[in-house]
C-alpha cells in the first residue's frame, strides 16, 4: 500500500530559484528510503513539502489517501512527523517533557493521555527519566533523541528526517543508526551519510538539481561509482 504519492512536484522560491522540478515519487507504507545529492540538490524543499510547510504549488502530494491542501494540513502533520536537522529548530521548552507534550496537547488530546503518550515516546528513543531536564544542557545526541520523541508522541505513520546524523559524534551517530533501525515507521531519510543509507535504508533516492536522477536499490546505486560521482557524491 502506498503511502506518499508525489506527482509532478515543482517548486520556486518566492527568489525564483527553481528547487525542484517535476518530481515523481512513490513510498510505500514500512519502506526507509534514503534521500542522497549534493548540497542544493533539494532534498530539504522536499522534506518540508511531506508534512505541508510548504504546499505543493505545482504537482500533487497524497499522504495516506489524503491530498496534501490547506485544509488537510493538520491531519497530515499528525501522519507525518518532520525531525529537522538541528534540534534547537525543534525544542523550545523549558524541559523536555512539554516538547514532547506539545504536538498531541496541539491536538486536544485529554492530559492523561498526552502523559501516556509523552512516557510512550521517551520510553521509544530510551530517553525516560529526563521528563524534567532542560534539553538546552543535553548533549547533541539526546537533544536528537528527544526532538524525535516530540513526533513520536503524535504516533505518526512516517518520520521524516532532514540530515540526523550530521554534527553527532560516532557513538551517538551509531546509537541514532540503531534506534531507526528499530522504529517501525515509513522513513524517508536526506543524508550526507552514505554508510546510514547501506544500513537503514534497502531504497535510495539521488535528487540532482532537484530533480530525482536515480531510484532503486541502495546496495546497487552505491555499487554504480560513476552514478555517484556524477551526482556529486564521491
Ligand atoms: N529560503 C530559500 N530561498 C531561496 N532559495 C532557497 C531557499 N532555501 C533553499 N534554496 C535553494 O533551493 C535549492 C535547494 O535547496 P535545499 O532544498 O536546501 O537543498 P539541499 O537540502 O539538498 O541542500 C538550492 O538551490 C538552494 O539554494
Ligand atoms: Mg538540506
Redesign the pocket.
Do not use: C, E, I, V
Given at each position: 500500500m502506498s503511502l506518499v504519492e508525489i506527482r509532478g512536484l515543482s517548486y520556486r522560491?518566492?527568489?525564483g530559484?527553481e528547487?525542484l522540478r517535476g518530481i515523481d515519487l512513490t513510498l510505500n507504507a514500512g519502506e526507509k528510503a534514503a534521500l542522497v545529492?549534493?548540497?542544493?540538490?533539494?532534498?530539504?524543499?522536499?522534506l518540508l513539502h511531506l508534512n505541508g510547510v510548504f504546499t505543493a504549488a505545482q504537482g500533487s502530494i497524497t499522504i495516506a489517501g489524503l491530498p496534501l491542501d490547506r485544509k488537510n494540513t493538520g491531519r497530515v502533520r499528525a501522519l507525518v512527523g518532520l525531525v529537522f536537522q538541528n534540534p534547537d529548530d525543534q525544542l523550545f521548552s523549558p524541559h523536555v517533557d512539554e516538547d514532547v507534550a506539545y504536538g498531541p496537547t496541539y491536538q486536544g488530546l485529554p492530559r492523561d493521555v498526552v502523559a501516556q503518550r509523552v512516557a510512550e515516546a521517551l520510553a521509544a528513543v530510551g530517553m525516560g527519566g529526563y521528563e524534567k531536564r532542560s534539553s538546552y544542557h543535553l548533549s547533541g545526541g539526546e537533544k536528537k533523541r528527544i526532538a524525535i520523541a516530540t513526533v513520536l508522541s503524535m504516533r505518526p505513520e512516517m518520520l521524516v528526517f532532514d540530515e540526523p546524523t550530521a554534527g553527532l559524534d560516532p557513538r551517538a551517530r551509531r546509537e541514532l543508526i540503531e534506534l531507526l533501525q528499530r522504529l517501525p515507521q515509513t522513513m524517508l531519510i536526506?543524508t550526507h551519510d552514505l554508510d546510514l543509507a547501506r544500513r537503514l535504508c534497502p531504497r535510495m533516492l539521488i535528487?540532482k538539481q532537484?530533480t530525482l536522477s536515480a531510484d532503486g536499490p541502495t546496495a546497487q546505486l552505491l555499487d554504480n561509482e560513476p552514478l555517484l560521482y556524477e551526482n556529486g557524491l564521491l
Open positions: 522560491y518566492p527568489d530559484r528547487a545529492g549534493s548540497n542544493g540538490a533539494g532534498k530539504s524543499t522536499l536526506a535528487l532537484g
